[in-house]
């Protein structure tokens, strides 16, 4: 029961991109097209699990046992650039299209701060490594749905007739406060 609760809280109740505010460029940036959308969502959340489960053991079977808790900034930064890098190598290898796509933002998910956010909320409750999995795997999902949910509503957008002041950025931003205030409805579920 702890697990589901573990889930659900990182992937609707405190959701990284609409209630903690981490992962805001991948956000605003990627979210134009669904598929596009969900294909970072997805290399997100693939990055986040590795990243944690990576992350929990340098920090837990290396950092802790030797006393260099100091060093983990540094470890989980290391750990993430890593994993990205390995991931922009693979989907550059298997799908070159989904590579353009994904452009700029692909290398980014290095700095995405969602990412060392997760590592070190994990670390902070204290989680084990099966509590760390779910997590990762929640807030993965809810980067995801965030995304998702964004460019779906961005693509409705562009055959409406916007005003002219709310076009581009403006009317991003409104959307992406109006999420928020909608995701903040899950507060209440746990």
Known sequence: MNLLIIFISAALINNFVLSQFLGICPFV???KKIDSAFSMGIAVTFVMVIAAMVTWLIYHLIL?????????????ILVIASLVQLV?????????PLYDALGIFLPLITTNCA??????N??????????????????????T??????AGIREELELVDVPHSFRGAAITMVIAGSLALAF??????I
């Not at 990412?115 to 070190?120: F, K, M």
């Open 64 to 76: 802790v046992p030797f006393r260099l808790e100091i060093l983990e900034y540094v470890a989980f």
């Open 115 to 120: 990412i060392l956010g997760l590592a070190l």
């Open 184 to 189: 903040m409805g899950f507060a209440g579920l």
């Open 145 to 150: 749905l965030a995304l998702v949910i964004m």
């Open 88 to 96: 922009e190598m693979f989907i550059r290898k298997v799908s070159k």
């Open 29 to 31: 940036g990627v979210s």
């Open 122 to 143: 994990a670390v902070l409750n204290d989680y084990n490594f099966t509590e760390t999995l779910f997590y990762a795997i929640g807030a993965g999902l809810g980067f």
